[in-house]
């Protein structure tokens, strides 16, 4: 049964379909073709919070819908301020963040005449979106919001974009919201089949060097319970990607780390020396597989996605398994305790003890500088004193490999950060979105000092609406990542990679202008204290100015392009992890 009501305008029904898809916060920016659902907002129950740049508000929504599992959504007018959005748009697309994305657009009748704050969103948008509409027609409204926040949060996540001509929002209309969605040909398949679970089950048992290669399909999944099960059942070795560290906890003995280019020593054997990887909602990216005719050579492959698109799409598939990565650990689960039961159980002894001797043998480690103070200390500390109850978000780069590593994670939905697209500016505002997201929660932005100043604009955002979340600035005075690889690759020519960002600005007085605590650190013996004192401070947002070294680096790395065989454990140093006897 649909809700009807009286004529209204296309702008009420706009917030009215808004609410009814549960929409609770709203990150945008009014402009001429948007204006119209503004008034109404006003009366609205839906909370809109008035960012200072649409980049802002996209990953805002992201931080919220990547902290929640909820649906985030942004809004902003037409031309520039639609168009400032497409960052987060590709962000969330690469990274499979539930997202609808609300844009004005120039009268229906103007549209393709070049009028002012005229562009084609939805042109720009087609690759980078899940699907995106545009509404002429007011009547449109209800069931194409209905049908972008099903699309958003169904099936593989990802950003949906609706963008409504102004005169539709200014025409009348009625209010009919959809009592179901007809969407032919979009019918995600979550069920995987019974015939592709018993071959699975088949290998598994198999094979004696398997590990689970977790993706953050098991988060958006919501699979981190189902996916410990099946772990400590059959007690196969765990890698967790960038975007699904918190999905198996840090701490448990069966954890490698993460693979790739900055995974652990532990991860990468794991993956290379393997005979079956069972990939469960990741997507075999280059950043992982290194160069893809090297990679894991003598593996067989069961990929379960709820993407068909990605199953084979890098790697080919032994058993390609389409369906929601929590059914597929559900129905593996059954079928292997019911061979368990039987007797039927895998012999990876020997596999296990050789990956635990790796991991002994090549911990994560930095070396700690002569002078000045180490990043990876600083991230550890914050780690351990902020604790696994906390979520952090980072921006792109060094630190946020080093926030990768050396905070532990424990629980899902606790690690946010731009995996896919590697956009920098990131962490501010998607911290932003979390802290709204989930109000009770402490929230640690680990931001470099080039991302910081990227979206840093949105401190004003968070001290106005009363959103407290904490920045720890990891300033090493240049591009961190960047520096790395001329350092590495081009003979320490250093073109325009320093930033001089322990002089221009003054981290501290920035954050007090933006009504923020500004708080500075540059010795270890004060570390502890000032994150301390940061994290007692829960009524402002507090900036902290970590002034790091600059020479410190990565570890371990494997150069773009090359075999994960060639991974360096240090600058010098390559780790020897033949099997002997395996």
Same mark, same amino acid.
């Given at each position: 049964?649909?809700?009807?009501?009286?004529?209204?305008?296309?702008?009420?029904?706009?917030?009215?379909?808004?609410?009814?898809?549960?929409?609770?916060?709203?990150?945008?920016?009014?402009?001429?073709?948007?204006?119209?659902?503004?008034?109404?907002?006003?009366?609205?129950?839906?909370?809109?919070?008035?960012?200072?740049?649409?980049?802002?508000?996209?990953?805002?929504?992201?931080?919220?819908?990547?902290?929640?599992?909820?649906?985030?959504?942004?809004?902003?007018?037409?031309?520039?301020?639609?168009?400032?959005?497409?960052?987060?748009?590709?962000?969330?697309?690469?990274?499979?963040?539930?997202?609808?994305?609300?844009?004005?657009?120039?009268?229906?009748?103007?549209?393709?005449?070049?009028?002012?704050?005229?562009?084609?969103?939805?042109?720009?948008?087609?690759?980078?979106?899940?699907?995106?509409?545009?509404?002429?027609?007011?009547?449109?409204?209800?069931?194409?919001?209905?049908?972008?926040?099903?699309?958003? !949060?169904?099936?593989?996540?990802?950003?949906?974009?609706?963008?409504?001509?102004?005169?539709?929002?200014?025409?009348?209309?009625?209010?009919?919201?959809?009592?179901?969605?007809?969407?032919?040909?979009?019918?995600?398949?979550?069920?995987?089949?019974?015939?592709?679970?018993?071959?699975?089950?088949?290998?598994?048992?198999?094979?004696?060097?398997?590990? #689970?290669?977790?993706?953050?399909?098991?988060?958006?999944?919501?699979?981190?319970?189902?996916?410990?099960?099946?772990?400590?059942?059959?007690?196969?070795?765990?890698?967790?990607?960038?975007?699904?560290?918190?999905?198996?906890?840090?701490?448990?003995?069966?954890? #490698?780390?993460?693979? =790739?280019?900055?995974?652990?020593?532990?991860?990468?054997?794991?993956?290379?020396? !393997?005979?079956?990887?069972?990939?469960?909602?990741?997507?075999?990216?280059?950043?992982?597989?290194?160069?893809?005719?090297?990679?894991?050579?003598?593996?067989?492959?069961?990929?379960?996605?709820?993407?068909?698109?990605?199953?084979?799409?890098? *790697?080919?598939?032994?058993?390609?398994?389409?369906?929601?990565?929590?059914?597929?650990?559900?129905?593996?689960?059954?079928?292997?305790?019911?061979?368990?039961?039987?007797?039927?159980?895998?012999?990876?002894?020997?596999?296990?003890?050789?990956?635990?001797?790796?991991?002994?043998?090549?911990?994560?480690?930095?070396?700690?500088?002569?002078?000045?103070?180490?990043?990876?200390?600083?991230? %550890?500390?914050?780690?351990?004193?902020?604790?696994?109850?906390?979520?952090?978000?980072?921006?792109?780069?060094?630190?946020?490999?080093?926030?990768?590593?050396?905070?532990?994670?424990?629980?899902? *939905?606790?690690?946010?950060?731009?995996?896919? #697209?590697?956009?920098?500016?990131?962490?501010?505002?998607?911290?932003?979105?979390?802290?709204?997201?989930?109000?009770?929660?402490?929230?640690?932005?680990?931001?470099?000092?080039?991302?910081?100043?990227?979206?840093?604009?949105?401190?004003?955002?968070?001290?106005?609406?009363?959103?407290?979340?904490?920045?720890?600035?990891?300033?090493?005075? !240049?591009?961190?990542?960047?520096?790395?690889?001329?350092?590495?690759?081009?003979?320490?020519?250093? !073109?325009?990679?320093?930033?001089?960002?322990?002089?221009?600005?003054?981290?501290?007085?920035?954050?007090?202008?933006?009504?923020?605590?500004?708080?500075?650190?540059?010795?270890? %013996?004060?570390?502890?204290?000032?994150?301390?004192?940061?994290?007692?401070?829960?009524?402002?947002?507090?900036?902290?100015?970590?002034?790091?070294?600059?020479?410190?680096?990565?570890?371990?790395?494997?150069?773009? =392009?090359?075999?994960?065989?060639?991974?360096?454990?240090?600058?010098?140093?390559?780790?020897?992890?033949?099997?002997?006897?395996?």
């Amino acid at each position: 049964m649909s809700e009807t009501s009286g004529a209204i305008t296309g702008a009420q029904s706009l917030i009215k379909a808004l609410e009814a898809a549960g929409t609770e916060t709203i990150f945008g920016i009014p402009g001429g073709a948007i204006l119209p659902a503004y008034d109404p907002l006003m009366d609205s129950s839906i909370r809109h919070i008035l960012v200072r740049h649409e980049q802002g508000a996209g990953h805002a929504a992201q931080g919220y819908a990547a902290a929640t599992g909820r649906v985030g959504v942004c809004m902003a007018t037409s031309g520039p301020g639609a168009t400032n959005l497409v960052t987060p748009i590709a962000d969330a697309h690469m990274d499979s963040v539930p997202m609808v994305a609300v844009t004005g657009q120039v009268g229906a009748a103007m549209i393709g005449t070049d009028a002012f704050q005229e562009a084609d969103i939805r042109g720009i948008t087609m690759p980078i979106t899940k699907h995106n509409f545009l509404v002429t027609d007011p009547a449109d409204i209800p069931r194409t919001i209905a049908e972008a926040f099903h699309i958003a !949060s169904t099936g593989r996540p990802g950003p949906v974009l609706v963008d409504v001509a102004k005169s539709a929002l200014q025409a009348m209309t009625t209010f009919d919201w959809p009592s179901e969605i007809h969407l032919p040909g979009y019918r995600p398949v979550t069920r995987p089949h019974s015939k592709q679970i018993r071959e699975a089950t088949r290998l598994l048992l198999e094979a004696r060097k398997p590990v #689970l290669y977790v993706g953050g399909g098991t988060i958006r999944a919501g699979a981190s319970k189902e996916l410990l099960a099946l772990a400590e059942l059959t007690g196969i070795p765990v890698v967790t990607t960038l975007m699904a560290l918190g999905a198996f906890p840090d701490s448990h003995p069966q954890h #490698l780390g993460m693979p =790739g280019m900055h995974g652990t020593v532990a991860a990468v054997a794991g993956l290379q020396k !393997s005979d079956l990887i069972l990939s469960l909602g990741a997507r075999f990216d280059d950043r992982v597989t290194g160069n893809l005719d090297s990679f894991a050579p003598g593996a067989k492959v069961i990929h379960a996605d709820i993407d068909p698109a990605e199953i084979g799409k890098n *790697r080919h598939a032994d058993v390609p398994i389409v369906g929601d990565v929590r059914e597929v650990l559900l129905d593996l689960y059954a079928a292997l305790k019911t061979e368990a039961d039987a007797g039927h159980t895998g012999d990876y002894e020997g596999w296990v003890a050789f990956l635990s001797g790796v991991k002994a043998t090549y911990p994560l480690g930095y070396d700690k500088p002569a002078t000045g103070l180490s990043p990876q200390y600083v991230i %550890e500390r914050l780690g351990a004193i902020a604790g696994p109850d906390s979520i952090y978000t980072s921006g792109v780069g060094q630190h946020q490999m080093w926030a990768a590593h050396y905070v532990k994670y424990e629980k899902p *939905r606790t690690w946010l950060n731009s995996g896919g #697209l590697g956009t920098m500016g990131y962490a501010v505002p998607a911290a932003m979105g979390a802290k709204v997201g989930m109000p009770d929660t402490t929230v640690w932005a680990i931001d470099g000092d080039g991302c910081f100043q990227m979206t840093n604009q949105e401190l004003a955002t968070c001290a106005i609406n009363d959103i407290p979340i904490k920045v720890a600035i990891i300033n090493n005075e !240049s591009l961190g990542m960047v520096r790395q690889w001329q350092t590495l690759f081009y003979n320490e020519r250093y !073109s325009n990679t320093d930033l001089h960002s322990k002089r221009i600005p003054d981290f501290v007085k920035l954050a007090d202008a933006y009504g923020c605590v500004g708080l500075a650190c540059e010795s270890a %013996e004060d570390v502890d204290a000032t994150i301390t004192k940061a994290m007692e401070i829960n009524d402002v947002p507090v900036v902290v100015d970590f002034r790091v070294h600059r020479d410190a680096m990565v570890w371990p790395m494997v150069a773009a =392009g090359t075999s994960n065989d060639e991974i360096k454990y240090a600058r010098d140093l390559a780790p020897d992890f033949e099997e002997n006897d395996l």
